[in-house]
């Protein structure tokens, strides 16, 4: 049983910066690959990126690539998501998900829930 709680979320203008954080409880999240998805108004929800367990590894979807990074720190329990160069279409609210690598949000057995990131034009 794993609870995750993001937060970070706010009002950016267009090419600022944010970053995001997930912290999960429990002392097993070392043993679950972590995910990054997020629901845009009107749109269903979308991959973001994917960390395995150790964070030596990261896949991202080709909408963010060069301008987010996941990472982790298992000592923490918590997971980043850095945002920079943040566009209009950014805006979604932003999800944190516990489970198997992979850029299915039906490989993920745990869910936070949510934080809004809003970019400005």
């Known amino acids: 049983q794993v609870q995750l709680v993001e937060s970070g979320g706010g009002l950016v203008q267009a090419g600022g910066s944010l970053r995001l954080s997930c912290a999960a409880s429990g002392r097993s999240f070392s043993t679950y690959a972590m995910g990054w998805f997020r629901r845009a108004p009107g749109k269903e929800r979308e991959f973001v990126a994917t960390i395995n367990r150790s964070g030596k590894s990261t896949i991202y979807a080709d909408s963010v690539k060069g301008r987010f990074t996941c990472s982790r720190d298992n000592a923490k329990n918590t997971v980043y998501l850095q945002m920079d160069s943040l566009k209009p279409e950014d805006t979604a609210v932003y999800y944190c998900?516990?489970?198997?690598?992979?850029?299915?949000?039906?490989?993920?057995?745990?869910w936070g829930q949510g934080t809004q990131v809003t970019v400005s034009s």
């Open positions: 998900a516990a489970g198997g690598a992979s850029t299915l949000s039906s490989m993920y057995a745990y």
